[in-house]
């Protein structure tokens, strides 16, 4: 590949960030260009590592990341600089930096706070602190000339159990990443104002090991999994329980048994069990999990992929989350075991980029089961190989579909592919992929522990087992909870500890923005899918953010509207431009200026929907309408 | 892509050459520059299936947009064109197979017993839409199913469409706006006006002119541009959502980009989004007249390829040059030569009607 790279210099900053990430990789090999042996005599250039570069394409989205932590940007040089190392034409390395919200391709303040405007966080004064933010440092994502602190607007970060949120993105050596809250303008500001204080503070509050068991730990995992120490508990059974950073910790709390018995059952009894427990994906798309693996067992190419997809980035689900950072080493096994079942060598941990709590748990856990042999070759001295390697998104939820996050890991563009093929036929690198989400992988060492006729007894015939559910908003207690399949959502609101005193549920929305709103009618129905189904609704990933009657839930649909807009790929036309015009159609109707009746707007919205589902590429636009038409409906909001 | 070539070739008016034989320009119907190639090896025989309630039998490696065509049904497209990667975008090919979404007939294969429905009322509907969505965002005035030739218009009208449904369009961004637009949040409509992608069109270089207004991201000017033909990779697309734009690295101009002016995504362009300098000059000057035009086909001189031109001339001048994607040689890729090298052909003796 002959590329034209702009004669553009990186900083010494620059190019240090890039290469300590790219020189223990890529090795010597340093592209077609810094590489290559020049022969006067001949007039020839002999290109060393030129392909060995090209095929590291995958460690595009990693360097921009190491760039961005480092500098607060994207420079033209540096892209200059990364293209000479990977032999990635410069156009396409600024089409994946222009993608993602987390990185920037105009040079804007190190440090930089992202607050979280998305359902929870709304209801909680989130608008207020965008309010103090723009008057204090003004208009998001331009600051006033001179100032050196950047604010942006961010969806959902996943905290919705401490609302309002913020993440923290100070570059520098060593960067500071951290998302907390509750917080207010004044805490944010204070914290921008002095980076390394707050670096300090916030490392201290929030990581990124911090286990000692200080009040403020013990606060905070109050407040993410109030249920916390109960018995009773599969999937948040350890969570509370163990020193998230401490495999020895984990092995004597029933950790690595599932390994064992895996391997001394075989891969095939595996894939049985799995099969016989009828678990489902718990990603929101519910297949079956078995039929998955069986696939990718019986495709022939090789290597084959385990990926785990982290990039838990619906708005209202922070589930995930509760694992990766508090019982980070029972995802290892898990996807340990998976890749023994179909027969994997390789595993990803695509993990969102707001989670750099769950980021430092993950990284220690994957590094202490390496230490142990956990990972690796001859794992519990079976003819079993594999490792993991964490891979950050980049501020994308389109990322999270599964071939977009296959896209996002190769260093492409995060857009989905059209599907046949299928991951287990051809998936990341074009090869063989089982991807499962967090919540699913959690569920396999159960199974394998407990068989799968004990485990398929928790649960409904048509749902198996228990389900993680994020709930939010105006609830007393809002935090990640674990219920059987077939827990009614009346009682799982009340679990959480009802709405406020004096206040009545006016809506609930069940999935997130690709969800659906159900009104105070359906508290009585079991949450299943079946019954979901049954319902026209979707419980999706597990977000259930309850409304009460003092919310806007007009205001509500528009930012979902405004999410599915700002989120879209825009690579198919039904979702890039359908999402514009439903935004603009809502925002018609809540100003009251509708075209032609307002009855005229809701059979154009209706038309909109039809066509997105109908002919978008991808989940994201196939579900963009709904949210939007079913809370118009339920809320009997319009006149 | 006109098929039909004009039984004469360009007419030399100036009595200073009349000892040349007009006709060296024309192509000889005697000698065909395609070469004949062997059939199309076809793995895994044919299968049977349903077009439109008419069963088929088809070779298995059809994609479903090909099985139809071999059946006389029509599909509009937009995105997909026979030399390059279909990549499945613009949703204008979608056709019903009893699944959950429809299906895009341009990159899906066909399959043993499948019913595939080509213009029933979901069908229809959803191509209505993406019409609609495509013309109350994007200047199409130009826009055929390959290249431009304004074809779109018929569809429209076949499928009803009317993008004034969506509200009067936008003001158009002012220059460089769409280019600098970050991922993530941005300001909130009032839904008053359609949101557009019109801006200025970007004038940096003597040969081609990029007016995005015109630009339905139908990928194909990338995929020219990269490994589907040219392997030069000047442009992406960068940003994401409504955002998303055809760009070259921080948008810098073309001369100081990857760009080696082949000029094959503009062959490829099927809105005139992407347009010859001299096109874009004569229709900004209102003289640009497609009826008063002739396209003669012949072989570029400059080396021993052996590239099809197809000269567009009007008034006695050339236009714009293309070459026809059946062409067996390059499948209608050329060089900045054989694009735009011509002005030689067009100067004159002294005295002549038209000097240089």
Same mark, same amino acid.
């Given at each position: 590949?002959?590329?034209? @790279? ?109 607050? *979280? ?42 905290? *919705? ?8 993105? @100070? ?54 999994? =109030? ?80 990926? *785990? ?46 989670? =750099? ?283 | ?356």
């Amino acid at each position: 590949m002959d590329l034209r @790279i702009a004669d553009i210099a990186a900083s010494t900053a620059e190019r240090e960030a890039v290469d300590a990430y790219l020189d223990p990789r890529v090795g010597a090999a340093r592209g077609g260009w810094d590489g290559g042996e020049r022969n006067i005599e001949t007039d020839g250039r002999v290109a060393r590592g030129g392909h060995e570069a090209r095929s590291h394409r995958d460690l595009l989205l990693p360097a921009l990341h190491a760039l961005q932590d480092r500098v607060g940007w994207i420079s033209p040089g540096a892209v200059a600089h990364i293209a000479r190392r990977l032999t990635v034409p410069p156009a396409e390395i600024f089409g994946v930096a222009s993608f993602y919200a987390l990185l920037s391709t105009t040079e804007r303040p190190p440090a930089a706070v992202h607050v *979280c405007d998305d359902m929870a966080c709304r209801l909680a004064g989130a608008e207020d602190i965008c309010r103090r933010l723009e008057a204090a440092l003004g208009p998001a994502g331009h600051p006033n000339p001179g100032e050196e602190r950047a604010w942006h607007r961010s969806p959902c970060l996943g905290q *919705c159990e401490r609302a309002p949120a913020a993440l923290f993105t @100070i570059a520098g050596t060593p960067p500071v990443r951290v998302s907390t809250g509750p917080i207010d303008a004044p805490e944010i500001l204070a914290r921008l104002d002095d980076g390394l204080r707050t670096r300090a503070d916030l490392e201290a509050l929030e990581g990124p090991i911090g286990t000692a068991a200080t009040p403020e730990r013990l606060e905070r995992l109050r407040r993410l999994a =109030p249920q916390a120490g109960q018995s009773g508990l599969r999937l948040l059974a350890r969570v509370g329980r163990v020193d998230p950073t401490s495999l020895a910790d984990y092995l004597a709390n029933g950790g690595y048994r599932a390994l064992g018995e895996a391997v001394a059952a075989g891969p095939e009894h595996v894939i049985a069990e799995v099969i016989a427990a009828e678990v489902l994906g718990r990603g929101g798309a519910a297949f079956p999990t078995g039929r998955k693996w069986a696939a990718a067992r019986a495709a022939e190419a090789r290597p084959k992929s385990i990926v *785990c997809n982290a990039d838990e980035a619906e708005p209202g689900t922070f589930k995930d989350r509760a694992i990766l950072e508090e019982d980070p080493f029972a995802l290892v096994e898990a996807m340990t075991i998976a890749a023994f079942a179909v027969g994997a060598e390789r595993g990803f941990l695509y993990l969102r980029g707001e989670y =750099p709590l769950a980021e430092a748990r993950m990284l220690n856990a994957i590094d202490r089961a390496r230490e142990k042999g956990l990972l690796g070759r001859n794992i519990l001295n079976a003819d079993l190989a594999f490792d993991i390697e964490i891979r950050r998104g980049g501020g994308a939820y389109i990322a999270g579909e599964e071939t977009a996050l296959f896209e996002s890991i190769e260093g492409d563009r995060p857009e989905p592919r059209s599907k046949p093929p299928f991951p287990v036929e051809v998936g990341l690198f074009g090869k063989p992929t089982v991807i499962n989400n967090v919540e699913t992988l959690a569920n396999l060492p159960h199974i394998l522990l407990d068989g799968a006729s004990a485990y398929a007894a928790l649960g409904t015939p048509g749902s198996r087992g228990s389900k993680l559910f994020s709930l939010s908003g105006h609830v007393a207690r809002p935090g990640v909870y674990e219920v059987p399949f077939g827990t009614r959502l009346g009682d799982l609101i009340e679990l959480a500890g009802g709405v406020r005193r004096g206040h009545q549920v006016k809506v609930v929305n069940l999935g997130g923005a690709a969800g659906s709103f159900v009104g105070p009618d359906r508290l009585h129905m079991p949450l299943t899918y079946e019954h979901a189904k049954a319902e026209g609704v979707t419980i999706g990933a597990g977000a259930v953010v309850v409304f009460d009657e003092t919310t806007d839930v007009l205001d509500i649909l528009r930012r979902i509207a405004e999410f599915f807009r700002d989120e879209s790929c825009g690579q198919c036309v039904p979702c890039r431009v359908g999402t514009v015009r439903q935004e603009e159609l809502l925002a018609r109707l809540i100003a009251n200026r509708p075209r032609g009746t307002v009855a005229d707007e809701l059979a154009l919205l209706d038309e909109l929907g039809r066509a997105m589902r109908d002919a978008s590429i991808c989940g994201l636009g196939q579900t963009a309408n709904a949210a939007v038409a079913s809370g118009l409906r339920v809320g009997g909001l319009l006149p | 892509m006109s098929e039909q070539l004009p039984p004469q070739g360009v007419r030399l008016d100036s009595g200073e050459f009349t000892g040349i034989d007009p006709r060296i320009f024309t192509t000889s119907p005697a000698r065909s520059p395609q070469i004949p190639t062997a059939p199309r090896a076809r793995a895994g025989g044919t299968v049977e299936m349903t077009i439109d309630g008419t069963p088929v039998t088809v070779p298995g490696d059809f994609t479903i947009l090909e099985a139809c065509r071999a059946q006389g049904v029509d599909i509009p497209t937009l995105c997909t064109l026979s030399t390059l990667t279909p990549e499945g975008v613009c949703r204008m090919c979608v056709v019903d197979t009893g699944s959950r979404a429809l299906t895009p007939s341009c990159s899906a294969r066909v399959g043993q017993g499948m019913t595939v429905w080509t213009d029933n009322e979901r069908v229809r509907h959803s191509r209505k839409l993406v019409l609609e969505l495509l013309a109350s965002s994007v200047d199409v005035d130009l826009a055929g199913p390959e290249l431009p030739d304004g074809s779109i218009a018929r569809y429209m009208a076949e499928y009803g469409a009317d993008p004034a449904r969506f509200g009067p369009p936008s003001a158009p961004a002012p220059a460089g706006a769409r280019d600098a637009a970050e991922a993530g949040h941005h300001s909130a409509p009032d839904g008053s006006v359609a949101e557009r992608v019109a801006q200025p069109v970007k004038v940096d270089n003597p040969l081609f002119v990029r007016d995005y207004a015109k630009c339905i991201l139908c990928y194909k000017c990338v995929e020219a541009c990269g490994s589907d033909a040219q392997n030069t990779f000047a442009i992406s697309v960068a940003g994401r959502g409504f955002a998303a734009r055809v760009s070259t690295e921080f948008d810098v101009g073309l001369a100081e980009s990857a760009c080696v002016f082949c000029g094959n995504c503009i062959n490829v362009c099927p809105t005139g989004a992407l347009m010859f300098r001299s096109e874009y000059e004569l229709r900004q000057a209102g003289e640009w007249r497609d009826e008063d035009q002739s396209v003669t086909r012949t072989i570029c001189p400059y080396c021993g390829v052996g590239c099809t031109l197809e000269l567009h001339v009007q008034d006695n001048r050339i236009v714009k040059v293309l070459s026809p994607l059946d062409a067996q040689v390059t499948s209608g890729n050329l060089c900045v030569k054989g694009r735009f090298g011509f002005d030689f052909v067009q100067v004159r003796a002294k005295g002549s009607d038209r000097e240089a």
